[in-house]
């Protein structure tokens, strides 16, 4: 029985094998995305929510780099929009609750003759109660920038990745081919 049941599952596998996918981190730290997540710089970016967001992406790109030196082939230009807007609204025309949403356009830019390699954006939003207590709907309000923050720099990251698995800036245009073993 239990051979049956392992060469059921050998079997239905190997439809698997040829479907194209592969890990988007293989080779982990030595492997192509990785090497470029650690060699990029995150140029500061303006307010609070700026700040965050910088944090965010460092701890990620230091993640990448394992341990190794910092980046600086590659720098990201990050600038970012935040509003907060009110949308449910009581009889007395008091908000009762309010969305923060924050957007984010990105630049990859070559540290070595400053060209854009790729210019996307990412967007979070986040709802929040507004309640009696002007400090508890302060402390919402702080609470989902931070959320969003890491949600930005998780979209940001996830979007590099793949632009590096796809033959990242070699696939730019009037980039130089990669180099052959």
């Known amino acids: 029985m239990r051979a049956l049941l392992i060469s059921c599952l ?3 596998s190997l439809p698997l094998a040829g479907c ?4 988007l981190y293989a080779n982990g730290a030595q492997g192509g995305v ?10 500061p970016i303006e307010g609070h ?8 992406l460092r701890d990620r790109f230091v993640a990448a780099r394992g341990g190794r030196g910092a980046g600086n082939r590659y720098r990201l ?6 509003s907060i807007t009110g949308f449910g609204v009581r009889s007395d025309d008091a908000i009762t609750r309010e969305r923060r949403t924050l957007r984010a356009r990105y630049q990859l830019v070559d540290g070595q003759n400053g060209q854009v390699l790729l210019d996307a ?3 979070q939003d986040a709802g929040i109660d507004v309640v009696g207590s002007e400090y508890a709907t302060i402390a919402a309000e702080n609470t989902a920038l931070e959320r969003l ?11 590099l990745a ?10 730019a245009p009037g980039a130089a081919p990669p180099a052959t073993p």
């Open 10 to 12: 050998v079997a239905l």
């Open 20 to 23: 194209g996918l592969r890990p």
């Open 34 to 43: 990785a090497t470029m997540l650690a060699d990029i710089d995150v140029a």
């Open 49 to 56: 929510a700026g700040w965050l967001v910088r944090n965010a």
């Open 77 to 82: 230009d990050v600038r970012l929009e935040d």
């Open 121 to 123: 954006t990412a967007a």
């Open 149 to 159: 923050a890491s949600g930005i720099a998780d979209q940001i990251v996830a979007r």
């Open 162 to 171: 793949v632009y590096a698995d796809r033959g990242g800036p070699a696939s």
